[in-house]
């Protein structure tokens, strides 16, 4: 019967750090270091012609939502956003600066005069931009709001020299400072300072890739290991002879395998082989490394406990045979882990029969004279864990 997803909630929340959290804030390097990059590919062309056509396919308001996320990532991300029906609605501004304490004002980019002053934006994709653009000064100043600076962003092209003649002429009219930006600045900024992200999320041109191929360098060099010991495996005449030799290159590559954490299937696989080359012709050890490596890896990457835990007495059986404590040290770390899982709430005391198994391992390092009691406080010295 499956559970409710209410019960899966309480369940998650009941339960503690799964094992393969943990040991990725322990142990970092034992897993992949290589992350999925995502990049997007548009062309200045592609990027004019889309801007140009704004009006044409109704999109002034994802236009407005644009320019605020690049005047954001550019000139300073503290801009409050408009609501309203059309174009800001009544405050006659797309968008303008709130205050940022002086503290935290340095993390800004861009200009950190606007933490402490208010600026106030206003775009527009209409063709006549200039009558746009004192039509939205205007409407500004007439707010009565003390603005230090205004800021108007254009999707058309305009030349220099008609940008540079507009602001001085609304400076001279309105008293404060006004700057134009047109479809040269957007292009710069998206195109040749690489913020394709902004316009494929927001004015959906563009085209996005997810880049799979760029490897960390300790991915980058394990994967070049894999490559070299899987071509060795898959040569018959490679380990004639040496089985030994072969058994420990199949382990390497499971491992290899597991820390660039290839799909389950495949490191899954690679164990199997590990532990079967093992067993025709390899040492005793190796035959006890392969299993408990299969072992650890459906603890600590899978957090499959149930697999570890019903294969453990058959892993002990087998540790056990030979007269060596250097065998019992993969059980005692099983049981850790074990113990672990009991404490987070995964297993219970009675499912990895705790008293059953930990019985055995005292009795076999007790054998081997690896094990002391305090006999004032019945304190195991050396495996407090077992008590």
Request: aromatic letters at 10%; glycine letters at 6%.
């Amino acid at each position: 019967m499956k559970s409710k997803p209410s019960e899966v909630a309480d369940d998650s929340v009941r339960l503690g750090m799964s094992p393969s959290q943990f040991m990725r804030q322990l142990r970092p390097e034992y897993y992949s270091d290589t992350n999925d990059r995502s990049a997007y590919v548009l062309d200045g062309p592609s990027l004019s012609f889309h801007l140009d056509t704004i009006t044409d396919r109704n999109q002034t308001q994802d236009f407005e939502l644009f320019c605020r996320k690049l005047c954001e990532r550019v000139i300073c991300p503290n801009l409050r956003p408009q609501t309203g029906p059309e174009g800001g609605g009544d405050s006659k501004v797309d968008s303008e600066t709130y205050p940022v304490s002086d503290e935290i004002n340095q993390t800004y980019i861009g200009d950190v005069k606007a933490a402490g002053e208010r600026w106030a934006f206003a775009f527009s994709a209409k063709k006549t931009w200039a009558d746009k653009v004192r039509k939205d000064v205007n409407g500004i100043i007439d707010t009565g709001r003390k603005y230090d600076r205004i800021i108007c962003v254009t999707s058309r092209p305009a030349r220099s020299k008609d940008r540079a003649r507009l602001e001085d002429e609304l400076l001279d009219k309105c008293g404060v400072p006004v700057t134009i930006h047109d479809r040269s600045w957007i292009a710069k900024e998206i195109i040749e300072n690489d913020r394709k992200d902004i316009a494929f999320n927001y004015l959906g041109v563009g085209q996005e890739i997810t880049d799979r191929l760029r490897l960390g360098p300790t991915d980058y060099s394990r994967t070049q290991q894999l490559e070299d010991a899987e071509a060795a495996l898959s040569n018959p005449e490679a380990f004639t002879g040496l089985e030994v030799q072969r058994a420990s290159e199949a382990l390497i590559a499971a491992k290899l395998s597991r820390g660039l954490e290839r799909a389950r299937t495949d490191t899954d696989g690679r164990f199997l082989r590990a532990i079967r080359f093992a067993k025709d012709g390899g040492t005793f050890r190796q035959q006890l490394e392969a299993r408990y490596e299969y072992l650890w890896i459906a603890i600590w990457w899978y957090d499959d406990l149930a697999l570890a835990n019903e294969s453990y007495d058959d892993l002990a059986d087998f540790a056990l045979k030979a007269d060596s404590a250097k065998n019992v040290e993969f059980l005692c770390n099983l049981m850790q882990a074990f113990c672990s899982a009991v404490i987070h709430g995964h297993l219970t005391r009675e499912d990895v029969k705790f008293d059953e198994r930990t019985s055995a391992l005292i009795a076999a390092l007790r054998r081997w004279r690896l094990i002391g009691i305090d006999r004032t406080t019945g304190w195991n010295r050396r495996f407090p864990f077992f008590f």
